[in-house]
């Protein structure tokens, strides 16, 4: 191998079996997956807690990136929503309120963190989305 001929590292030769070759279909890109955001939810649900926590602006609290976060990824982090609102009442509906677009919850309950959070644990529950 010379420095003339730089294709023949992932083609041929002793190293042929570490490197790959441009034509894989990783090419040594990284596509993250939905089991990545899985793993880091705990943390994002931290961060955005700790990080609004004392935040009275329902825009500054939503409008927070681990929020829109938690709302992009939603469809598939709603079994580890509703086991936190199973723990305590939280604004984690809101995150489910602008996920689905919809409120399993009447309009006297709005603003009640704990009729909210009974509603969409119920919703989760008839729509296998819980735990």
Known sequence: MTLSQ???????????????SSS???????????????????????RWESETAFLSDPDAITGHPSYKALVANAEIVT????????KRPSFLVWVLDDAFQIRPYSAEAVGDLEAMSKAWIAWAEQNGRSI
């Open 6 to 20: 730089p294709s023949a590292i992932g083609s041929s030769g002793r190293y042929s079996k570490i490197f790959r």
């Open 79 to 86: 079994p580890l929503i509703i086991a936190e609102l199973k």
């Open 24 to 46: 894989s279909h990783s090419a040594g890109i990284y596509t993250p997956s939905p089991r990545d955001f899985i793993k880091s939810f705990d943390a994002v649900l931290s």
